[in-house]
């Protein structure tokens, strides 16, 4: 009979033609204490990345593979991890990223320590290799000020419109008990920005999380594309859609707090992020006075602009600036 671990982890990869970087996700995965299953969810790749993980499972018993014969999409994936996870905790991780050494102990003790339903450390940007780390998601002192816990004004705050990282970057660790007795599960219409969602799903539904300023997670960063930028506009236009029903459901149940601030993210994705998408994929394209007149139709983008500006600056003064 297998011995049960205590704070059982459930970790779910989902991958999609993922091969040129999983094996080196999964082993930094399977390294961890507390990893009782590691669900790699293989949606659709059409390279390698199947043929990794079971040569991988062969010494590995801890390693399962599920394959989709046609993608579900991130969210979607996700969703199957879940169903399929008995772990006390989940963990997401994308299967090109890397944990280092102790982060799961680290977010248990965390989570011990609070009583949280969701902790999470805070994400290392690297490129190429994990020795080129570039910088974080957030700082010590934006934790400090908060206390560590997140809150639904906080984190729709830093996802706003002068934020390019928002707090649905972090990878947290969730109690799985939590999760079912909420029915909680990824929206699978939404294929960008599905953590931001299900992240804020749990606090509106009564759960608390905490944020550690300490970098356990490491999030490759990749060059983007025109078909991952029309991708991301459909996405995003998925997001607003949802957050639009949340937003109501808030206001339904007299949080208009609540659904103040997640209108106003709707607002955003609406007024800046697609506008500012759309007008990218144009200059990609060659399209060039299809974008500037984008630009200038949508001015909620140049204050953006501005602001964004001003966030640079004060990080190039810090000596803290990413390229």
């Keep these: 009979?297998?011995?049960?671990?205590?704070?059982?982890?459930?970790?779910?990869?989902?991958?999609?033609?993922?091969?040129?970087?999983?094996?080196?996700?999964?082993?930094?995965?399977?390294?961890?204490?507390?990893?009782?299953?590691v669900i790699v969810v293989n949606d659709g790749s059409t390279d390698d990345t199947a043929l990794v993980v079971e040569r991988l499972q062969r010494s590995e018993r801890r390693l399962q593979l599920v394959s989709n014969d046609v993608s579900k999409g991130p969210s979607g994936a996700r969703n199957t991890g879940i169903d399929l996870a008995t772990g006390d905790w989940l963990s997401f991780v994308d299967a090109d990223d890397i944990l280092l050494p102790g982060r799961y102990p680290y977010l248990l003790a965390l989570a011990g320590k609070t009583g949280a339903t969701a902790v999470a450390d805070n994400v290392w940007y690297f490129d190429e290799t994990p020795e080129n780390r570039v910088r974080t998601l957030f700082s010590a002192d934006e934790i400090a000020a908060n206390a560590g816990e997140l809150n639904v004004g906080w984190y729709l705050d830093r996802s706003g419109p002068a934020r390019s990282d928002g707090l649905g970057l972090v990878k947290a660790l969730i109690r799985r008990d939590f999760v079912?007795?909420?029915?909680?599960?990824?929206?699978?219409?939404?294929?960008?920005?599905?953590?931001?969602?299900?992240?804020?799903?749990?606090?509106l539904q009564g759960g608390s999380f905490h944020l550690s300023a300490d970098a356990y997670y490491l999030y490759r960063v990749h060059a983007g594309s025109t078909i991952e930028t029309q991708r991301n506009l459909s996405a995003l236009t998925a997001q607003a859609q949802v957050l639009e029903h949340l937003a109501k459901e808030c206001f339904?149940?007299?949080?208009?707090?609540?659904?103040?601030?997640?209108?106003?993210?709707?607002?955003?994705?609406?007024?800046?992020?697609?506008?500012?998408?759309?007008?990218?994929n144009d200059f990609i394209n060659g399209h060039y006075l299809s974008a500037i007149a984008r630009l200038f139709r949508a001015p909620r983008l140049w204050r953006h602009a501005l602001s964004r500006a001003w966030i640079l600056a004060r990080r190039r003064l810090k000596g803290e600036l990413w390229r």
């Excluded at 599905?194 to 804020?200: A, G, P």
């Design 1 to 37: 009979m297998e011995t049960r671990i205590d704070n059982s982890i459930s970790v779910i990869v989902p991958a999609y033609n993922t091969g040129p970087w999983i094996e080196q996700d999964l082993v930094s995965v399977l390294g961890q204490d507390h990893v009782a299953e």
């Design 180 to 203: 079912i007795t909420k029915g909680l599960r990824y929206r699978e219409s939404v294929h960008n920005g599905e953590d931001f969602l299900f992240y804020l799903e749990v606090m």
């Design 252 to 280: 339904l149940g007299d949080s208009k707090k609540w659904h103040d601030l997640i209108s106003s993210r709707v607002r955003t994705i609406e007024d800046i992020q697609v506008p500012l998408l759309a007008a990218r």
